[in-house]
């Protein structure tokens, strides 16, 4: 009797000491689930979606349009773009952290055809090696060139329809094709410029001064960055076909004395050419009338060089 209680005890225990066993196993199971739920790498889920490549914001970072919708997407460290234009379709998959979603990858699915624009203006010049000026209804807009050969033949002055395309840094130029060209000067010092600026006034019954925006080849100038834009600046410069060149240029605190000129300097157009704000004296030339321009009054005029300063050869009011 004793020995058959005895076992039934040791029975009973064998099955409490399983149950322990077992349900601490269990809250050990239970305590790992919590933890998978509250790691947040756990909670990642791989999103697929399609949008417009806006552009690189930064080296870890892109703009999407997705579903009319601007959006920032972080990149992961093994995702490149650099390949993809801006504007192209793209499909690409991310996951959604705490500061911003996180592209994993992406791929272009193409890119738009560039619209392909019609103008035509009259041409400027060259400004450097791979961008010409033209003027077009009166502005004058700077084109960077898809084939430097298209201008090689080209003279200044000369009425011109062209195609371009847009990009992101300035339209391109596609073709030429000459309307009308200028009338040849037999020389530099003949040759009559066309211009646009600000009717400054009546110097004295023989001149008269203009303000005007220009641009300048930078000839033998090779080295401006020292000059901030905005700066008054000193310079003296050729007329040729093709534009004006620069034959100095230096920064100074007060307007110079005898014939050099004296300006603001605007900017750098490109690695060959800036553009200067200045005012300049004119002599006013045969059969030229002034008499109903009013000071401040914007104009049109055409110039030629004279041997001390160059001469007006008309002058009209827009």
Do not use: W
């Amino acid at each position: 009797m004793f020995k058959h209680r005895k076992r039934q005890y040791l029975l009973l225990l064998f099955i409490l000491l399983l149950g322990l066993i077992f349900a601490g196993c269990q809250a050990e199971e239970n305590e790992i689930d919590v933890d998978m739920q509250e790691d947040p790498e756990q909670q990642d889920s791989y999103v697929q979606a399609e949008g417009i490549f806006i552009g690189q914001i930064d080296s870890q970072s892109v703009e999407i349009e997705e579903s009319g919708s601007l959006k920032v997407f972080g990149l992961d460290t093994e995702v490149d773009v650099s390949d993809i234009k801006k504007g192209s379709k793209v499909t690409y998959t991310y996951v959604n952290k705490e500061e911003r979603p996180i592209i994993q990858s992406i791929e272009g699915i193409d890119a738009p055809e560039p619209e392909i624009i019609q103008g035509e203006g009259r041409y400027a010049g060259r400004i450097g090696s791979r961008s010409v000026e033209i003027e077009m209804a009166g502005e004058h807009k700077v084109f960077s060139l898809d084939d430097p050969v298209l201008i090689d033949e080209l003279i200044e002055g000369s009425i011109i329809t062209f195609s371009y395309r847009e990009s992101a840094d300035r339209p391109v130029l596609l073709t030429v094709e000459v309307l009308e060209e200028p009338a040849e000067a037999e020389n530099d010092e003949t040759l009559e410029i066309e211009d646009k600026g600000i009717y400054i006034g009546q110097i004295d019954s023989q001149s008269v001064e203009i303000a005007r925006s220009r641009a300048f080849a930078l000839g033998d100038i090779t080295n401006i960055e020292g000059i901030a834009d905005g700066s008054m600046v000193a310079f003296s410069y050729t007329e040729t076909v093709e534009r004006p060149t620069l034959n100095y240029l230096d920064a100074v605190d007060s307007l110079p004395e005898g014939e050099i000129l004296a300006g603001i300097l605007v900017g750098q157009i490109d690695s060959h050419s800036v553009e200067i704000e200045y005012e300049q004296a004119f002599i006013i030339g045969e059969g030229v009338n002034i008499e109903e321009i009013e000071s401040g009054s914007e104009i049109r005029f055409t110039y030629k060089e004279g041997p001390a300063r160059p001469v007006l050869t008309s002058v009209l009011e827009p």
